[in-house]
Protein backbone atom coordinates (compact mmCIF):
# COMPACT_ATOMS: atom_id res chain seq x y z
CA UNK A 1 0.00 0.00 0.00
CA UNK A 2 2.87 2.20 -0.46
CA UNK A 3 3.74 3.24 3.20
CA UNK A 4 -0.13 4.31 4.03
CA UNK A 5 -1.41 0.55 5.14
CA UNK A 6 -1.51 2.00 8.98
CA UNK A 7 -3.34 4.83 8.09
CA UNK A 8 -5.41 2.66 5.87
CA UNK A 9 -6.67 0.16 8.11
CA UNK A 10 -6.72 1.69 11.26
CA UNK A 11 -9.33 3.87 9.18
CA UNK A 12 -11.35 0.94 8.11
CA UNK A 13 -11.21 0.08 11.70
CA UNK A 14 -12.33 3.65 13.24
CA UNK A 15 -15.26 3.39 10.91
CA UNK A 16 -16.25 -0.32 11.64
CA UNK A 17 -16.21 1.09 15.38
CA UNK A 18 -18.13 3.38 15.07
CA UNK A 19 -20.78 1.62 12.71
CA UNK A 20 -21.34 -0.94 15.47
CA UNK A 21 -21.73 1.82 18.38
CA UNK A 22 -23.99 3.17 15.93
CA UNK A 23 -25.76 -0.07 15.72
CA UNK A 24 -25.46 -0.72 19.25
CA UNK A 25 -26.99 2.75 19.76
CA UNK A 26 -30.08 2.51 17.39
CA UNK A 27 -30.73 -1.22 18.70
CA UNK A 28 -30.76 -0.03 22.22
CA UNK A 29 -33.06 2.96 21.30
CA UNK A 30 -35.69 0.25 19.77
CA UNK A 31 -35.76 -1.54 22.68
CA UNK A 32 -36.72 1.22 25.16
CA UNK A 33 -39.23 2.72 22.81
CA UNK A 34 -40.93 -0.29 22.18
CA UNK A 35 -41.03 -1.20 25.92
CA UNK A 36 -42.50 2.55 26.77
CA UNK A 37 -45.01 2.06 24.41
CA UNK A 38 -46.16 -1.41 25.03
CA UNK A 39 -46.44 -0.05 28.42
CA UNK A 40 -48.24 2.96 27.57
CA UNK A 41 -50.56 0.92 25.46
CA UNK A 42 -53.96 -0.18 27.05
CA UNK A 43 -54.98 -3.36 24.81
CA UNK A 44 -53.48 -6.40 25.96
CA UNK A 45 -50.98 -7.88 23.19
CA UNK A 46 -53.39 -11.04 22.50
CA UNK A 47 -56.29 -8.70 22.20
CA UNK A 48 -56.81 -8.89 17.86
CA UNK A 49 -56.49 -5.65 16.19
CA UNK A 50 -59.29 -3.36 15.09
CA UNK A 51 -61.04 -3.53 11.59
CA UNK A 52 -60.81 -1.50 8.90
CA UNK A 53 -63.71 0.55 7.97
CA UNK A 54 -65.19 -0.21 4.41
CA UNK A 55 -63.69 2.74 3.25
CA UNK A 56 -59.84 0.78 3.13
CA UNK A 57 -59.13 2.59 6.31
CA UNK A 58 -58.98 6.33 5.30
CA UNK A 59 -61.03 8.54 7.66
CA UNK A 60 -61.08 11.39 5.56
Do not use: C, E, I
Not at 2 to 19: L, P, T
Amino acid sequence: MGGYGFYVWSAYGVAAVVMLGLLRSSLAWHRRLTGQLRNKSPRSASAPPAALDKTGGDWT
